[in-house]
């Protein structure tokens, strides 16, 4: 049994964390709200009151949190992760979606602590975490991912292996990017065929079976549809702009002009503007119908 610190719950990080603790490990779990823990802490986890509390003496430590910021804030703040005193060799999982330049930072000063970094975002909904069949997107040392092994294997159904630190984000920012466009021109469509006069649940209906079907488009297709952009939020507007803006970022730092992506994150940018980023992404219709 392995001491973990899991920093960060919701949707994916209870499931997640849940998944460590039938594995039989030593869970200590934080969270900025703490009343969220309350679930784990009745499965066996232990609450700590900051993430340095929860690293204390811990074999491995991961982080699901929302953006940049708050995972410097985990791993860096005043009683952040990395001024505990970690097991040596400790393994530090950024499973967060966060920006490349940050990944780079971090592991970098994971390392010069004798840690062994993990860039691990994860892609599945929240059901999949619950029941440990998230697929890992990992940048990673061959030796450090084959030690970890007993903590990565509880979570996933899937490991891809991408190569070095930094690798894994560069894949989900990439993807996360490509979904931004689909779902952006996802809604442009439904609204040019609203203005034809189309019927929208048949229009629904043949996207289905057609060939620009992606889970992704039409998970959100029949929630626009619908109009069901505030029940059961699985990922919000205001969460798709940053990652799309993290892939934007990512892509002009490699030097190329990402300008779907770039098109699509504007689109984002009105559904925060108008007030909408905390409802689901698929409300980014309604930001193209403000429109026009």
Known sequence: MAKIAFLGLGNMGDGMAGRLLDAGHDVRVWNRTASRAGELVAQGANLAESPRAACEGADAVFSMVADDEASRTVWLGGDGALGANLAAGAFAVECSTISYAWVMDLSSRAADQGLRYIDAPVTGLPPAAAAGELVLLVGADNAHLDAADAYLAPLSSQIFHFGAVGTGTAYKLMINLM???????????????????????????????????????????????????????????????????????????????????????????????QGFGDLNESVVIDALRNRQ
């Open 179 to 273: 979904g931004a466009v689909q779902i952006a021109a996802a809604a442009e469509g439904l609204v040019i065929a609203e203005k034809a006069g189309l019927d929208l649940d048949q229009v629904r209906q043949a996207i289905e079976i057609g060939q620009a079907a992606s889970p992704q488009v039409v998970r959100n297709v029949a929630r626009m549809v619908a109009d069901a952009h505030d029940r059961d939020i699985v990922f919000s507007g205001r969460l798709r702009l940053k990652d799309a803006a993290y892939g934007v970022k990512l892509a002009e730092g490699l030097g190329f002009d990402a300008r779907f992506g770039q098109v699509a994150t504007r689109s984002y940018e009105e559904l925060v503007d």
